[in-house]
């Protein structure tokens, strides 16, 4: 079946970075609440992803476009910073380790100055490299990996069919910073519901402390029709949060955090309010500013639900 190129989910950091897909979908396509439930990994071609860094090598030096090459393509080299390359899809980690060294080798060949390579992955991806084969994307200026950790509460992990626990995601953490890989790591507000929403907080806080990573990202759970938890939700057998508990719990985790130092934001477009700050150093101000919007109870105050985005 031919390569179909995925539409484009990313870090809202890389928002002017070159999409280049090598994968679509997600390896682990087993999570109850992700728009990725049950869709197939497919892996590109090595020759494919190669014509396309050429064909960007082409439009950055002579604005040349080639008929054979997608418009998404260019349209996105139009707004691209020349800097960054994020690799698409879900789980880009998983392209077999040869082909995405030898995809960094050639990007790097055809932009000598591109600063940072980013990619997402899943912790299991991780785990299945060695820290010696980490440093050496790292060495290709495979710079960020973006890995979603959801929760810290392996009853959670387990219910929303993760695929790994709070030991193998801490040690998945651990070997991206032993590579020299900068991390950014999310967890999902409101994951648990309601019933579970205390110990969620407190695990997740206690997971994110034991990764350390250098950027931390609060989502909130946004439920998706076609996937099983949006099921349990129509058979009344998950119960949302409301958006003050999705603050609650976002303070909850920023409370009970234990950073070296992590630039923490729930800046993502699914959450009720942004806020962001370096962790330790801004904790106070954090919750102190969550605190006041909890004390007001004032909707107007949030992000209104059409606004949020996944
Ligand atoms: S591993 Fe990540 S991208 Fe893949 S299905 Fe789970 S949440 Fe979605």
Redesign the pocket.
């Known amino acids: 079946m031919p390569f179909e190129r995925p539409a484009i989910i990313r870090p809202p950091s890389e928002w002017r970075s070159y999409y280049l897909p090598l994968t679509s979908g997600?390896?682990?396509?087993?999570?109850t609440?992700?728009?990725?439930?049950g869709?197939k990994l497919r892996i590109r071609e090595i020759s494919e992803v190669k014509k396309e860094i050429d064909a960007l090598a082409l439009y950055a030096r002579q604005s040349i476009c080639l008929p054979d090459i997608p418009r998404v393509a260019y349209a996105v080299a139009r707004t691209w910073d020349g800097e960054k390359v994020f690799l698409q899809d879900?789980?880009a980690l998983v392209y077999p380790f040869l082909e995405l060294k030898e995809a960094l080798e050639y990007l790097n060949e055809k932009f000598p100055h591109l600063e940072r390579v980013g990619i997402?992955a899943?912790a299991?991806d991780v785990l299945r490299r060695s820290v010696d084969e980490l440093r050496s994307l790292r060495e290709l200026k495979l710079g960020i990996a973006y890995m979603?950790v959801?929760s810290g509460d392996d009853e959670v992990l387990r219910k929303v069919r993760?695929?790994v626990n709070y030991h193998q995601m801490v040690e998945a953490g651990r070997k991206l910073k032993e590579a020299g890989i900068t991390s950014s790591v999310t967890v999902i507000l409101g994951l648990a519901g309601v019933e579970g929403r205390e110990k969620h907080a407190i695990e997740t806080a206690k997971i994110l402390s034991a990764i350390d990573p250098d950027y931390g990202g609060a989502l909130t759970l946004t439920l998706v029709p076609g996937t099983p938890l949006y099921e349990e939700y129509r058979r009344g057998e998950f119960h949302p949060i409301s958006p003050f508990k999705s603050l609650e719990e976002l303070k909850m985790i920023i409370e009970n955090s234990n950073f070296t130092d992590c630039f923490f934001s729930s800046m993502h477009a699914s959450n009720y309010l942004s806020i962001r700050g370096r962790l330790p150093y801004d904790k106070e101000s954090m919750i102190r500013e969550l605190e006041a919007i909890l004390a007001r109870k004032d909707p107007s105050l949030l992000r209104p639900e059409f606004l949020r985005g996944l």
């Not at 609440?33 to 439930?37: A, D, I, M, V």
């Open positions: 997600c390896s682990n396509n087993t999570c609440f992700c728009n990725y439930y869709v879900g789980d997402y899943t299991q979603g959801e993760k695929g």
